[in-house]
């Protein structure tokens, strides 16, 4: 009994070891490669803000994101996650990308989406996007990505947007949140 005792000590900070070890591996395997992580999406609300006292505005700021457009209506996401790694590889999923207004309100309208990455905070900013044909919206609003963003990301991304756009006009219709 009184060997266990004396390698009860030994035991437990060999077990810590172990523990912080593979943890450290797991969070050095998790990020090698990694630029840039996103999880959870914003849709995008095309107006940022108006004046005038009439029903309708009389001017209108539109809600342009690093230079790209909005798209004309409201459409919501209800989940996004986006790996983009140092080559420019990049993995999107999103779920429920819909229009949140007008006459086809909760539908796709039978879009289809690709993705862009700008890293810079002021401009000329530099779009680094999937191939522009896009993926097609499955009718609940999911679609998935896996491509390469051209031309290639920096090796560092200070200040990361990644935009889903709209193949038929290039607006955006979502961006992502950085992790």
């Avoid at 700008?118 to 919206?137: H, K, M, Q």
């Avoid at 947007?161 to 992502?176: E, K, M, P, T, Y």
Wanted: charge should be neutral.
């Amino acid at each position: 009994m009184k060997k266990a005792l004396y390698l009860l000590p030994f035991l437990v900070v060999l077990f810590a070891l172990s523990v912080v070890a593979q943890r450290f591996g797991e969070d050095a395997s998790r990020s090698r490669g990694t630029l840039v992580k996103f999880e959870g999406g914003i849709g995008v609300i095309p107006v940022a803000g108006g004046v005038g006292q009439a029903p309708t505005a009389e001017v209108v700021n539109r809600n342009i994101v690093r230079g790209v457009q909005p798209a004309g209506q409201i459409w919501v996401i209800s989940a996004l996650r986006a790996d983009v790694k140092v080559d420019g590889r990049i993995h999107v999923d999103g779920q429920g990308l819909l229009l949140g207004g007008g006459n086809l309100i909760g539908f796709t309208a039978n879009a289809s989406v690709f993705a862009t990455l700008i890293c810079e905070a002021v401009a000329p900013f530099t779009e680094r996007s999937t191939n522009a044909a896009g993926v097609a919206l499955a009718p609940n609003g999911d679609f998935r990505i896996d491509d390469v963003l051209a031309p290639a990301p920096p090796a560092v991304c200070d200040s990361p947007v990644l935009l889903i756009r709209n193949v038929a006009d290039q607006s955006w219709f979502a961006a992502g949140i950085p992790k």
